[in-house]
């Protein structure tokens, strides 16, 4: 090895970190470019049904749209399972499998397989997140680019996380709530240096800067709500106790799910996703608020009053709808279905809270559920508090926020329940023949 190559591998070399951020810069740009392209094809292509309902209506609509979505879930898990099994789901636990060396991120046909199966998948109404591929594809393209410039391993591992950060933050344009991902979400995995975590922070930075050129700088779920008095903090913590409870009880549902939908594929490979497609299709014409990722469904009910049936309807429907539409097999997240089906809890609990003081603010307890839900699945509160600010842009949510998502996390971890990405990890590890011990499970060591 020559000496400029050595003075590249030594960890404080200034040569070096200015080489890996530029590498990291480079996997936020390529990510939030993409990212927003891909996002805004799913918005396009969402309207369907609208175009949909100008040429048919009634019975002969619904079982139209029910075909639409059953054959777009049917081509995605076909295209998934045919050709990149790993495309599958979120990805996230595929990139927390690949920075402990355990996974292989595979990206020459992770990028174009997740890419258009994601859009088909989030697009056919199913309810699903689009930040979850998103994720996937920024780790990906951070893969590419430790394959075409050397880089030390933990290097490599530092770009994966760096590749993350900026697919969450371009999902959400939330840079902050990304960059603090990584650090409570993977902090077993990321490999913590100086060069890393800077490569991080621009990496998720450059995606929002790209995702605001291409898509606008608003938050997603913008949102308006006055300061929650003081005397109804008690009210957040009883809300944090409950979304810990449905944090535990969702993630164990989604496990279940995915086992139940592996027993049924192994005897009929694709009755599971047809009868999710038809389901869901159905729903997309004559309950709309039911099913798709949830963005809109978080903003509509922001904006227009429910009654208290209609919000916890919503909240069953949507919780079956969540659990089926992952189990499935497309390419898909579970961030922003979270939220929208926590806005629905949320707004119950408010409504309720509204009867015994006029001071309630119901919205205000769907924005700290949609934390509080949050933190309670993955177990990120710090990022559950910071992404619901960033998304929604009411400040004024911060100590509801911090006692809903700090309650539903405790909560979740008194009850025995474990992050929903740690055990889709260990189903996926299982599920490849991996043991992580036996490959070295810890390989936290910094060069």
């Not at 996002?39 to 049904?49: E, K, S, V």
């Not at 086992?259 to 389901?279: D, K, Q, W």
């Not at 309720?352 to 205000?364: D, N």
């Amino acid at each position: 090895m020559d000496n400029s190559a050595e003075e590249l591998e030594q960890p404080g070399s200034r040569n070096a970190q200015i080489r890996f951020v530029a590498l990291a810069a480079l996997a936020g740009i390529l990510t939030g470019s993409v990212g927003s392209v891909f996002h805004l094809l799913i918005d396009w292509l969402q309207a369907w049904p609208r175009v949909l309902a100008t040429h048919v209506d009634g019975v002969v609509l619904v079982a139209a749209a029910a075909l639409i979505t059953m054959c777009a879930t049917l081509l995605s898990v076909y295209v998934v399972r045919r050709y990149s099994p790993e495309a599958g789901g979120s990805g996230v636990q595929e990139i927390e499998g690949a920075m402990q060396g355990l996974r292989t991120v595979r990206w020459q046909r992770v990028l174009p397989i997740k890419f258009l199966t994601g859009i088909v998948s989030i697009a056919s109404g199913l309810v699903l997140g689009r930040e979850g591929p998103t994720i996937h594809i920024g780790a990906s393209f951070s893969a590419a680019i430790t394959d075409f410039f050397r880089v030390s391993e933990t290097e490599r591992r530092g770009m994966l996380g760096a590749g993350a950060a900026a697919g969450l933050a371009c999902a959400f344009n939330a840079p902050l709530a990304a960059i603090l991902f990584i650090v409570e979400e993977t902090h077993r995995q990321f490999p913590y240096t100086f060069r890393t975590y800077m490569g991080v922070i621009i990496a998720a930075v450059l995606a929002t800067v790209m995702t605001q050129i291409i898509g606008g700088t608003a938050p997603d779920f913008s949102m308006a709500v006055a300061s929650p008095e003081l005397y109804l903090l008690p009210a957040f913590v009883v809300l944090g106790v409950l979304l810990g409870f449905l944090g535990v009880s969702l993630n164990a549902a989604l496990m279940w799910t995915g086992s139940f939908a592996g027993r049924l594929n192994a005897r009929v490979p694709y009755l599971y996703p047809a009868v999710v497609g038809l389901v869901v299709g159905g729903l997309f014409v004559t309950m709309p608020l039911a099913v798709t990722g949830g963005e809109h469904v978080v903003t509509s009910l922001a904006a227009h009053s429910a009654s208290l049936q209609v919000l916890l309807a919503l909240a069953v429907i949507r919780y079956v709808t969540m659990t089926a539409s992952y189990s499935a097999g497309t390419p898909g997240g579970i961030f922003a279905p979270i939220l929208a089906l926590s806005m629905c809890v949320g707004l119950a609990f408010g409504g309720i809270v509204e009867l015994v003081t006029p001071h309630g603010i119901p919205l205000a307890f769907g924005m700290a559920a949609m934390g509080g839900l949050f933190s309670a699945s993955v177990r990120a509160p710090i990022v559950g508090v910071v992404l619901t600010l960033e998304l929604t842009g009411a400040y004024s949510m911060v100590m509801p926020l911090i006692v809903t998502c700090m309650t539903a996390n405790m909560v979740a971890e008194w009850i025995g329940g474990r992050p929903i990405y740690d055990q889709l990890l260990e189903r996926t590890l299982k599920q490849a023949g991996i043991d992580p011990a036996a490959k070295g499970e810890d390989k936290t060591g910094l060069a």
